[in-house]
T-cell receptor, first 113, second 111 residues
Framework: GAGVSQSPSNKVTEKGKDVELRCDPI?????LYWYRQSLGQGLEFLIY????????KSGLPSDRFSAERTGGSVSTLTIQRTQQEDSAVYLC???????????FGPGTRLTVL | SQQGEEDPQALSIQEGENATMNCSYK?????LQWYRQNSGRGLVHLIL?????REKHSGRLRVTLDTSKKSSSLLITASRAADTASYFC???????????FGAGTTVTVRA
């Protein structure tokens, strides 16, 4: 595909359930980012993957959040025991190198009831 | 924490007018980027300006950077209804690689 894709586009879950969000970056991009955007707010950095280096997890808000990137391509963001405050749009982006412009996916809108 | 802060928070203009928004940041940067977001979903990269550059143009967009004042501006000339969106500045610090976004400026272009 030509751009970053994310799935699902919308996810409604009950409080306490686990969710998995998927991101397919642009082929050949070495850097992958996850952000969270709450209603009317800017983007909050969550985690960064660059090549085979250890990910930068400094933005993850709690240990309920984790992410992995398999084979340097697809990434999955997992939220365990979801809470209502986890409701947000989760955006994934990729770039060729860490300092360059980022290309964003359409996001996953997560609603925790 | 957010590095960039946009001003104003919201802007409403008539089609054909110019729109100017500003971004201030706190630490030294490698580059500064502007993004547009429609309908609260994916962001579209507009322009990247490096710390050693002072001005860049792309179509109807003009970006300036003043590193001494730690500020940048985005000018949209001859605005169109399709320019209605939220605009975010994002900085890459000198010693880091993570983009840090401001809260954005919401621009409404009235027909």
């Amino acid at each position: 595909g030509a751009g970053v894709s994310q799935s699902p586009s919308n996810k409604v879950t009950e409080k306490g359930k686990d969710v998995e969000l998927r991101c397919d970056p642009i082929s050949g991009h070495t850097a992958l980012y996850w952000y969270r955007q709450s209603l009317g707010q800017g983007l909050e950095f969550l985690i960064y993957f660059q090549g085979n280096s250890a990910p930068d997890k400094s933005g993850l808000p709690s240990d309920r959040f984790s992410a992995e990137r398999t084979g340097g391509s697809v990434s999955t963001l997992t939220i365990q025991r979801t809470q209502q405050e986890d409701s947000a749009v989760y955006l994934c982006a990729s770039s060729f190198l860490g300092l360059n412009e980022q290309f964003f996916g359409p996001g996953t809108r997560l609603t925790v009831l | 924490s957010q590095q960039g802060e946009e001003d104003p928070q919201a802007l409403s203009i008539q089609e054909g007018e110019n729109a100017t928004m500003n971004c201030s940041y706190k630490t030294s940067i490698n580059n500064l980027q502007w993004y547009r977001q429609n309908s609260g979903r994916g962001l579209v990269h507009l322009i990247l300006i490096r710390s050693n550059e002072r001005e860049k143009h792309s179509g109807r967009l003009r970006v300036t950077l003043d590193t001494s004042k730690k500020s940048s501006s985005l000018l949209i000339t001859a605005s169109r209804a399709a320019d209605t969106a939220s605009y975010f500045c994002a900085t890459v610090p000198s010693n880091d690689y993570k983009l840090s976004f401001g809260a954005g400026t919401t621009v409404t272009v009235r027909a």
